[in-house]
């Protein structure tokens, strides 16, 4: 992952090697379907015939060039590069990004790069006036870290964080972005855990983007460790382990 060409093969031939175990493996497996904002259990049957692993974009246009820059990651500092190995942009210092993809996340007609991110916890700034401020303290864990969405865009000819979300009540892991409703609108899922928790993975979540920020549609009151997507061109399926 040390050169562009390094990451493009590591990310293309070693990610359908990790879906395919969980794909290929049906016990304790459990399919899901995005219906009217809700999630359904399915069986594997009433999948597509044509149904394969979708691995998260870690190349796309994100300056509307027409041209792509690819993420690479190293040691948990992201790269945006023009995919021949120029540093377009890099996550400042004090960040650890664990999981980063691009996709259209706002709706707007144009990539992001997708970044979850850990970093050091930052008080809502209206706490400091208000009478019973300090809401979000419990969005840390025993570090002071906090868990965080953040979208890197183009942006007034720069990349910059064009929008990030306030510390997570319950932090992420596992974001995959797919359209699981066909409506053409991407959603996005994740699993969802606790500040300093043991165990692994956590609570399937689907969150839809409503303007300025994210809406949660669905979570499941079963835990998981794994979670990967399916499609067949037209439609998505979560696939739960």
Not at 104 to 133: C, I, K, S, T
Not at 202 to 226: A, C, K, N, P
Request: proline share 5%; with cysteine.
């Amino acid at each position: 992952m040390f050169s562009i060409l390094k990451a493009k093969l590591h990310w293309v031939i070693l990610l359908p090697m990790i879906f395919l175990p969980l794909v290929n493996s049906s016990l304790g497996s459990q399919y899901w379907q995005l219906n009217a904002g809700e999630l359904l259990p399915v069986t594997k049957s009433q999948l597509s015939v044509d149904s394969v692993p979708v691995a998260p974009a870690l190349s796309g246009d994100l300056d509307g060039d027409a041209q792509p820059e690819c993420l690479v990651s190293k040691a948990e500092t992201l790269q945006i590069t023009n995919c021949i190995g120029q540093v377009l942009w890099q996550s400042p210092h004090g960040w650890r990004v664990s999981e980063a993809l691009i996709a259209d996340m706002d709706h707007d007609g144009g990539n992001e790069a997708v970044l979850l991110v850990w970093r050091p916890f930052r008080p809502w700034p209206a706490d400091q006036f208000m009478p019973y401020g300090g809401r979000i303290e419990g969005h840390q864990n025993l570090e002071g870290q906090s868990c965080q969405l953040i979208l890197i865009g183009w942006q007034k000819d720069k990349y910059r964080e064009v929008w990030a979300g306030s510390p997570l009540a319950n932090p992420i892991s596992s974001v995959r972005v797919a359209d699981l409703d066909s409506d053409g609108l991407v959603e996005l899922a994740a699993l969802e855990s606790d500040y300093d928790s043991n165990q692994k993975g956590g609570q399937l979540t689907i969150w839809r983007w409503i303007g300025f920020g994210f809406s949660l549609l669905d979570r499941t009151e079963s835990r998981w460790e794994r979670l990967a997507i399916l499609g067949d061109g037209i439609h998505h399926w979560l696939i739960t382990r």
